[in-house]
């Protein structure tokens, strides 16, 4: 299984992951605007539970992994466990050098944006690589494959639920505004997917999530 390793991917996963945390931190906890899925899930932990996401998000992802690794094949599950790992420390860090945005909540439509990017670029870059920065992920194509359905009918109901749970303490504009960074980052994922990469950074193409 370790020759099928790639040095290049798992530099993008561990790109991708603290491109990911950097967003979720200083982005998506401060502006009162939510991810979808196991993102999102986290968040609403640290919320009501106050738990942090760097221990929700670990535990979430580890016990999908196992739940999926049968299907998810063994190199791709090398590759997200090292992504979840990564963005465990990398949001543990960031946490420990405060936000750089406060106040980012007074512009709800810039936070989606914004956030939608960072979410994008950084998942994008660990799918691109093979891996999956969260659970959810390897939930998706468990679920999507068990039940015979698309992958993105089984990200979209994923989203939608954690969406759902997210008003308990998300005003509805602003559920608006998650509503729309979710979409966002869904097109982003698929867009830094394709991209050209520099050569030296080029691994897996592909994502075993669309194999």
């Given at each position: 299984m370790l020759k099928?390793?790639?040095?290049?991917?798992?530099?993008?996963?561990?790109?991708?992951?603290?491109?990911?945390?950097?967003?979720?931190?200083?982005?998506h906890?401060?502006?009162?605007?939510t991810?979808?899925?196991?993102l999102g899930?986290?968040?609403?932990?640290?919320?009501?539970?106050?738990?942090?996401?760097?221990?929700?998000?670990f535990?979430f992802?580890?016990?999908?992994?196992?739940?999926g690794?049968?299907?998810?094949?063994?190199?791709?599950?090398?590759?997200?466990?090292?992504?979840?790992?990564?963005?465990?420390?990398?949001y543990?860090?960031f946490?420990?050098?405060?936000p750089?945005?406060p106040?980012?909540?007074e512009t709800?439509?810039f936070?989606?944006?914004?956030?939608a990017?960072?979410?994008g670029?950084?998942c994008g870059?660990c799918?691109?690589?093979?891996?999956?920065?969260?659970?959810?992920d390897?939930?998706?194509?468990?679920?999507a494959?068990l039940?015979?359905v698309?992958?993105q009918?089984?990200?979209?109901?994923?989203?939608?639920?954690?969406?759902?749970?997210?008003?308990?303490y998300?005003?509805?504009?602003?559920?608006g505004f998650?509503?729309?960074?979710?979409?966002?980052s869904?097109q982003?994922i698929g867009?830094?997917?394709?991209?050209?990469?520099?050569?030296?950074l080029?691994?897996?193409k592909?994502s075993a999530?669309?194999?």
């Amino acid at each position: 299984m370790l020759k099928n390793i790639n040095p290049r991917s798992l530099i993008l996963v561990l790109l991708g992951s603290m491109v990911l945390s950097f967003g979720l931190f200083n982005i998506h906890s401060f502006s009162g605007v939510t991810e979808g899925g196991g993102l999102g899930l986290t968040l609403l932990l640290d919320h009501w539970f106050h738990i942090s996401p760097a221990v929700s998000g670990f535990v979430f992802n580890m016990a999908c992994y196992a739940a999926g690794w049968r299907i998810l094949g063994r190199v791709f599950i090398v590759y997200s466990i090292l992504a979840s790992v990564g963005f465990s420390l990398s949001y543990s860090w960031f946490e420990s050098m405060g936000p750089l945005w406060p106040h980012i909540g007074e512009t709800p439509l810039f936070a989606a944006i914004l956030g939608a990017l960072f979410v994008g670029v950084g998942c994008g870059l660990c799918v691109r690589a093979g891996g999956a920065p969260g659970g959810d992920d390897a939930m998706a194509m468990s679920l999507a494959k068990l039940l015979k359905v698309k992958i993105q009918w089984a990200y979209l109901a994923s989203d939608l639920v954690v969406l759902l749970l997210s008003m308990s303490y998300i005003p509805l504009n602003r559920i608006g505004f998650s509503l729309l960074t979710v979409l966002l980052s869904g097109q982003l994922i698929g867009i830094v997917q394709e991209f050209k990469l520099p050569r030296w950074l080029r691994g897996t193409k592909g994502s075993a999530i669309n194999s």
